[in-house]
């Protein structure tokens, strides 16, 4: 009995023992609390807190403690994102988030004498809508073709629905995440575009519907004679652009058509058959007509004028003659040269005739421009003589075996000329050389016996000028 009763006793004394250290440890604790109170909890908010996997998205992290905000905390992401960084002294801070796959983002913040927080972010593929092209002219049939992609893949089952400027309907993406539509839109406007699937945040994209430009048509002709045929130039243009591919429609008092090439023109043979107002029309699907008039006349006169003005005599020269009636170039016209020279030459679509003139001797020229259907129309120019070179040395007096360095200036009238050929010839002295800008030359002379020494200066154009050195 006694063993037994020592056992009980032994067990009581451990359990009073034990709810003694109970109580002992709670007061230690108390005491402990009061003297070392628990660190600040921190929190941590992300905004957004659900952003699109696959793509690069700016998030503004915001840690707070006991209702204010604090700063200088460390942010540190993982999962399917990484990355790390400070709050400035607002408890701001903005990463630019790359979620590399779909899931969760895990926060921690963190600050010395602070509880960490924790928070996370969720990642969701993101659908990526484009469209092509990215805008239609109203009231013209386009193809549109709207492609989803999520993180750089097609995304196939996707359903797009699509509504503005009068347009509604609904599709569904391939397996090349497309879908191709033939959309006209009745009005103007933006058509938007989203992209739905369960699992993928939402994609969107605009597509635009815009007024049909005005087609804009001009002519290298204004005025045109009757029965006589000319080859105009049609230029056709929308908002200053050419328009290839647009019709050219001729009516009135002359007939044709055409189509414009890349550059919006087009070439046609128009012929009036009576006088009046030729109407150019111009039209293409998706854009608005577009005209202008040009004048069928019955008789026009030709001008004629010449470049160069004047010419030298027995020189050959080439000169151009441009022919024009009124404001427009005249091609097929025959320039006739009549007086101090002859010739004659036929004006080319730009109006122009190059002619080599060379008169016999100085005085006038008549250019005369004609062609059916046209007043004739004539114009003068000038052969004038050739002018006479001069020349004189420095110095102008040379001492037998001295070798003397001499500068010739050519001038004509009071104008230095240069391209000059300067010969020197005599006293045993054969040299040459030509005039620069300033129409100087010097030349190294070394005269010897008593002949003549002669200085002769020459240039196309000019008669010959000449002198002699003494020595």
Do not use: W
Request: glycine share 12%; proline share 3%; charged share 10%.
């Amino acid at each position: 009995m006694r063993g037994y009763d020592d056992d009980r006793n032994t067990r009581v004394f451990i359990a009073i023992a034990l709810i003694g250290g109970l109580i002992v440890g709670a007061c230690f604790n108390g005491i402990i609390g009061i003297i070392l109170p628990a660190s600040p909890q921190l929190n941590v908010i992300g905004i957004p807190d659900n952003i699109g996997a696959g793509k690069i998205t700016n998030v503004k992290f915001i840690t707070i403690s006991k209702s204010a905000a604090l700063g200088n905390v460390n942010i540190t992401l993982s999962g399917a994102a990484v990355g790390s960084g400070t709050t400035d002294e607002n408890g701001m801070l903005e990463l630019a988030v790359n979620a590399t796959t779909n899931g969760s983002i895990s926060l921690l913040a963190s600050r010395q004498g602070y509880q960490n927080a924790t928070s996370f972010i969720i990642a969701t593929p993101k659908l990526d809508v484009d469209t092509s092209p990215s805008s239609i002219t109203a009231g013209t049939d386009t193809f549109v073709t709207y492609k989803v992609m999520s993180m750089g893949k097609p995304v196939a089952g996707a359903a797009i629905n699509i509504s503005g400027a009068g347009i509604s309907f609904e599709g569904i993406s391939d397996s090349s995440g497309q879908v191709i539509k033939q959309l006209n839109a009745p009005s103007t406007g933006k058509i938007s575009v989203t992209a739905i699937k369960e699992g993928y945040t939402n994609g969107s994209a605009v597509l635009t519907s815009t007024s049909q430009q005005v087609l804009g048509v001009s002519a290298s002709h204004n005025i045109l004679i009757v029965n006589v045929p000319v080859y105009v130039t049609f230029t056709v243009t929308a908002g200053g652009s050419p328009v290839g591919d647009a019709g050219i429609s001729i009516s009135g008092a002359a007939t044709g058509d055409g189509i414009t090439n890349l550059d919006g023109k087009t070439i046609i043979l128009v012929t009036p058959s009576t006088t009046g107002t030729i109407t150019v029309s111009t039209n293409k699907v998706g854009f608005v007509g577009g005209s202008s008039t040009i004048t069928s006349a019955d008789t026009q006169s030709l001008s004629v004028s010449s470049s160069p003005s004047s010419i030298i005599a027995a020189t050959p020269t080439f000169v151009t003659f441009t022919v024009k009636s009124g404001d427009n170039f005249i091609s097929e016209a025959t320039v006739t040269l009549t007086g101090a020279a002859n010739g004659n030459g036929v004006t080319n679509l730009n109006g122009s005739a190059i002619i080599e003139v060379n008169s016999a001797g100085p005085g006038t020229i008549t250019a005369t421009a004609s062609k059916t259907g046209f007043t004739a129309s004539s114009t003068t120019f000038s052969a004038v003589g050739q002018q006479t070179l001069s020349v004189s040395a420095s110095p102008s007096n040379i001492t037998n075996g001295v070798a003397t360095f001499v500068t010739f200036m050519v001038k004509s009238g009071s104008n230095p000329v240069s391209g000059a050929t300067v010969s020197v010839y005599g006293g045993s002295i054969t040299a040459d050389g030509m005039t620069n800008t300033a129409g100087q030359v010097t030349l190294q002379l070394t005269a010897s016996g008593s002949g003549t020494i002669n200085v002769v200066a020459r240039k196309e154009g000019y008669t010959e000028g000449s002198m002699t050195l003494a020595h």
